[in-house]
């Protein structure tokens, strides 16, 4: 089966985005513009990315990625881990266990049986499950290998393999139901906060009759949140609310003196996670050692080892001289319809593909993890890679550009 073929097979199994999210995803976007007029790169860059692909897309995006992490694990005893497997990699380390909790909430809203399955933190990212179980619903959501691919099964698949997509009108369904997000923010400990960059989640359906499966990452450090001891973490996905109940020009007393919204009294799941001690187990060093190129200078800011996952930040400076030869060659940056200028081109223009080269090697160069990608996002004078957790770290680590399958160690930026 050929690409062409692959995607309008995942096209035929996957439903369109309700309306209701296309009202809630345009006006969270509108919001975000109108208030970032001083956007960084990096945020310039974001709204480039998300402008190239449809709602649609976005789901396809986690059928796939869903289906992946199917076929290449067995059953393992965290779910978030299966779900996550493109993040997380191949095997769950065994601080998994005591980091993660399970079944820490259930309630049922008009007819929808909402539950809290597994929460975990790792002093960097909090990882949630969540369901959605509609009880009037019959038939499964989960797409079968049989229905995606017909007669021409991947190995290890069979027609009844549950490959944990979102089929037919889940979706509609939850929306009919007035159940499911309804604005964009959670609360930890009452304080409200909005999804913070490099965050992101997985919907997927099941092999149970009206089950939809949310699993999400949200990185708390991008934000300036750190979880300690007990936590409370309020998820606004229980009984839709009137946005206009929320607004500030009319509703000036939900808000705090920070102007962030207080905790709503409806349409709130509330949870607890113990997060104790676990700060403490997260090793970071700062190696800010330069590595200068003729487009960029480079070096990496932070590299932490969580429990969980490794992280590592790296700034950036671009060549003036070379941003300027670039807008000389290609304009002063991309233009509209009415050949307007929308943004001007940046350093990440200039050295977008040495950063999308870039590896984790040891001091060898060989790849700490082959076939894992761990570039995480840029922009102008940042960019983040993210790999799973590191049992035994290397005494040299670097990211450096891999050309030819051999890493290029001259270019290379130490790590550690």
């Known amino acids: 089966m050929n690409s062409?073929?692959?995607?309008?097979?995942?096209?035929?199994?996957?439903?369109?985005?309700?309306?209701?999210?296309?009202?809630?995803?345009?006006?969270?976007?509108?919001?975000?513009?109108?208030?970032?007029?001083?956007?960084?790169?990096?945020?310039?860059?974001?709204?480039?990315?998300?402008?190239?692909?449809?709602?649609?897309?976005?789901?396809?995006?986690?059928?796939?990625?869903?289906?992946?992490?199917?076929?290449?694990?067995?059953?393992?005893?965290?779910?978030?881990?299966?779900?996550?497997?493109?993040?997380?990699?191949?095997?769950?380390?065994?601080?998994?266990?005591?980091?993660?909790?399970?079944?820490?909430?259930?309630?049922t809203v008009n007819n929808v049986e909402i539950t809290i399955r597994e929460a975990g933190y790792d002093g960097r990212t909090l990882l949630l499950q969540y369901s959605y179980r509609l009880l009037d619903a019959d038939t499964p959501y989960g797409v079968t290998a049989g229905e995606l691919f017909g007669d021409h099964l991947p190995e290890g698949l069979t027609p009844d393999t549950i490959v944990?997509?979102?089929?037919?009108?889940?979706?509609?369904?939850?929306?009919?139901?007035?159940?499911?997000?309804?604005?964009?923010?959670?609360?930890?400990?009452?304080?409200?906060?909005?999804?913070?960059?490099?965050?992101?989640?997985?919907?997927?359906?099941?092999?149970?009759?009206?089950?939809?499966?949310?699993?999400?990452?949200?990185?708390?450090?991008?934000?300036?949140?750190?979880?300690?001891?007990?936590?409370?973490?309020?998820?606004?996905?229980?009984?839709?609310?009137?946005?206009?109940?929320?607004?500030k020009r009319n509703h000036p007393e939900k808000y705090d003196i920070d102007g962030s919204l207080k905790l709503p009294e409806k349409g709130i799941v509330t949870f607890t996670y113990d997060a104790t001690d676990i700060l403490s187990r997260v090793t970071t060093l700062h190696p800010e050692e330069e590595t200068v190129l003729p487009d960029v200078t480079a070096k990496v800011r932070e590299a932490a080892f969580s429990p969980l996952m490794t992280y590592i930040t790296m700034d950036l400076s671009v060549n003036p001289d070379s941003l300027a030869d670039y807008i000389s060659a290609n304009g002063a940056g991309p233009k509209n319809e009415n050949g307007e200028v929308m943004w001007t081109y940046g350093g990440m223009d200039v050295f977008e593909d040495w950063i999308l080269s870039l590896e984790l090697v040891n001091g060898q160069g060989e790849l700490v993890f082959p076939g894992h990608a761990g570039q995480n996002g840029y922009g102008n004078e940042w960019a983040e890679f993210l790999y799973p957790y590191l049992e035994n770290i290397p005494a040299e680590l670097y990211l450096a550009p891999i050309e030819d399958s051999a890493a290029n160690m001259h270019q290379a930026v130490r790590v550690k």
Not at 48 to 77: E, F, N, P
Not at 97 to 104: A, G, K, P, W
Request: with cysteine.
């Open 164 to 247: 944990e997509g979102l089929k037919g009108s889940a979706e509609e369904d939850l929306e009919a139901h007035h159940v499911g997000w309804w604005i964009d923010a959670v609360w930890l400990n009452g304080k409200e906060m909005n999804m913070p960059n490099n965050s992101g989640s997985v919907v997927t359906g099941s092999t149970v009759p009206g089950e939809i499966i949310h699993t999400e990452y949200w990185r708390l450090d991008n934000e300036g949140f750190a979880l300690n001891g007990p936590v409370q973490i309020s998820l606004p996905i229980g009984e839709h609310q009137d946005l206009s109940d929320y607004s």
């Open 4 to 107: 062409s073929e692959f995607k309008k097979k995942l096209t035929s199994v996957t439903p369109d985005v309700p309306e209701h999210f296309h009202f809630m995803t345009e006006s969270t976007l509108e919001n975000i513009v109108s208030q970032e007029a001083h956007m960084k790169a990096s945020t310039k860059k974001a709204l480039r990315s998300a402008g190239r692909y449809s709602a649609r897309t976005v789901i396809l995006a986690a059928v796939l990625a869903a289906m992946i992490c199917a076929a290449a694990l067995a059953a393992t005893q965290w779910h978030v881990f299966e779900r996550l497997h493109f993040m997380l990699g191949e095997t769950p380390p065994s601080a998994m266990d005591t980091l993660m909790q399970e079944n820490l909430y259930q309630e």
